[in-house]
């Protein structure tokens, strides 16, 4: 019905697929809502809404969508919102603002694991420390969750917690990860005997980024006169 997401498809797919004792509340309440000539319009059109031979006008379908959320189940609700979330709120999240929490790190290749293994720690204590405080279902959000029933926002607040926790916590083991692996790449130079040229990282947590830099060490006399007749 739509191009792209939107809830409304989710809605208008629920809608046609009701099974008969819901659909018979639905026409109850639409009934209370709107009177008994848009009843007698949705009652007669709903098989042609079905097999999708005629689309709704806009004022009808927003009614129809209204009225919807009072047949409903619990289930239903919070999957629109996990949905909505997954779809419309999660891609747009700013995870990275490091105005003012960026740290950087400069080290020579004699000395680049005690500088990593200070990092690795404050990314450990960092991650102990992150409860994710303040998160909140932001009000533009929350203005289109008219579906949800009071109750239920608290809820989705407990569920977007939850996605969000999921999300950090994937966001910490992948800065571990990253970290564990150029250390592991430093020690393959270092026994290569390739550390004549800088090397660096940037690994990015919910909260911060963490910059090391490993100045190019400096050849000797013999390192060099070595280098020169190999080439």
């Known amino acids: 019905m739509y191009s792209g997401y939107s809830i409304r498809n989710d809605l208008w797919k629920i809608f046609i697929e009701l099974p008969p004792r819901r659909l018979y509340s639905f026409f109850y309440y639409y009934q ?11 009652q007669q059109t709903y098989p042609k809404w079905q097999e999708g031979f005629v689309q709704p006008a806009g004022s009808t379908l927003d009614r129809l969508l209204e009225t919807l959320p009072l047949v409903l189940t619990p289930d239903q609700r919070l999957s629109l919102f996990k ?3 997954d779809k419309e709120f999660k891609p747009k999240l700013s995870r990275y603002d490091y105005y ?5 790190f400069y080290t020579t290749w004699d000395e680049y694991k005690s500088i990593i293994h200070d990092v690795r720690s404050h990314i450990y204590d960092e991650w102990s420390q992150y409860t994710g405080s303040g998160i909140n279902i932001p009000e533009n ?3 289109r969750l008219t579906w949800l029933y009071s109750n239920e926002i608290e809820i989705a607040q407990k569920i977007l917690a939850e996605q969000l926790k999921t999300m950090t916590d994937l966001e910490f083991e992948n800065a ?3 970290l564990n692996s150029f250390e592991e790449k430093c020690r393959q130079l270092v026994c290569n005997e390739m550390i004549y040229n800088p090397f660096s990282i940037e690994v990015k ?3 911060r980024k963490y910059s090391i830099y490993i100045h190019a ?8 006169i070595k280098d020169y007749f190999r080439k």
Do not use: C
Not at 32 to 42: F, V
Not at 100 to 104: I, T, V
Not at 217 to 224: A, D, E, G, Q
């Open 217 to 224: 060490k400096k050849k000797t006399l013999l390192k060099s």
């Open 32 to 42: 209370k809502r709107y009177g008994d000539s848009a009843l007698k319009y949705a």
């Open 83 to 85: 949905k909505m979330f």
């Open 205 to 207: 947590t919910p909260e």
């Open 100 to 104: 003012g929490r960026a740290e950087s």
């Open 176 to 178: 571990i990860n990253d």
């Open 141 to 143: 959000l929350k203005n």
